[in-house]
């Protein structure tokens, strides 16, 4: 039986336009804790400046829109936790992309991370906000997919350059496939 819940992370910080998933963890009278995310009900006390989704497949993504703060809660019947969300007017300054330089082989898939650098020197992990391309999609592809954001996928010999791009800023790094 549910006991109480907990949600993560804690008291972020994120930047107006962004958006972050969120989870919400379950404590069991069994003493075993269990990811709840998609079965808990998301809430923003001030959605003008946050909102929250529970669709599925997207519960617990937050998107800003307006600079303030407002709090987040996630619901299992009578049980429920909260965390505090401020939207800040910090502005994307760059995007790096991780692993730099990585090789694969012919069929093999890589999962790249975005990470954005913002005015605020605050950091968030952009990985499924960013638009992703390849130079050369005949030798490695790479998805925009939700699920799959930045897996890279060898098709044939070659080195390829993978960008993330997101608010005018654009990441870059190589991809050789052998």
């Given at each position: 039986?549910?006991?109480?819940?907990?949600?993560?992370?804690?008291?972020?910080?994120?930047?107006?336009?962004?958006?972050?998933?969120?989870?919400?963890?379950?404590?069991?009278?069994?003493?075993?804790?269990?990811?709840?995310t998609?079965?808990?009900?998301?809430?923003?006390?001030?959605?003008?400046?946050?909102?929250v989704?529970?669709?599925?497949?997207?519960?617990?993504?937050?998107?800003?829109?307006?600079?303030?703060?407002?709090?987040?809660?996630?619901?299992?019947?009578?049980?429920?936790?909260?965390?505090d969300?401020?939207?800040?007017?910090?502005t994307?300054?760059?995007?790096e992309l991780?692993?730099?330089?990585?090789?694969?082989?012919?069929?093999?898939?890589?999962?790249?991370?975005?990470?954005?650098?913002?005015s605020?020197?605050?950091?968030q992990?952009?990985?499924?906000?960013?638009?992703?391309?390849?130079?050369?999609?005949?030798?490695?592809?790479?998805?925009?997919?939700?699920?799959?954001?930045?897996?890279?996928?060898?098709?044939a010999?070659?080195?390829?350059?993978?960008?993330?791009s997101?608010?005018g800023?654009?990441?870059?790094?190589?991809v050789?496939?052998?």
């Amino acid at each position: 039986m549910l006991s109480s819940l907990a949600v993560t992370p804690s008291v972020p910080s994120l930047a107006k336009g962004t958006e972050m998933a969120f989870r919400a963890i379950g404590n069991f009278t069994d003493r075993h804790q269990y990811d709840v995310t998609s079965f808990v009900t998301w809430t923003s006390a001030h959605p003008e400046l946050a909102t929250v989704s529970n669709a599925d497949g997207a519960r617990g993504v937050v998107q800003t829109l307006s600079v303030g703060t407002t709090t987040l809660t996630a619901a299992w019947g009578t049980i429920s936790a909260s965390t505090d969300v401020t939207v800040t007017a910090a502005t994307l300054m760059s995007i790096e992309l991780s692993p730099k330089d990585s090789a694969i082989s012919k069929q093999e898939m890589k999962e790249l991370r975005a990470v954005g650098k913002f005015s605020d020197n605050s950091t968030q992990d952009l990985t499924t906000q960013v638009a992703w391309t390849s130079s050369d999609t005949s030798i490695a592809s790479v998805s925009n997919d939700n699920a799959a954001a930045g897996i890279v996928v060898g098709i044939a010999s070659g080195t390829v350059t993978i960008f993330g791009s997101m608010g005018g800023q654009t990441g870059s790094t190589n991809v050789t496939v052998w």
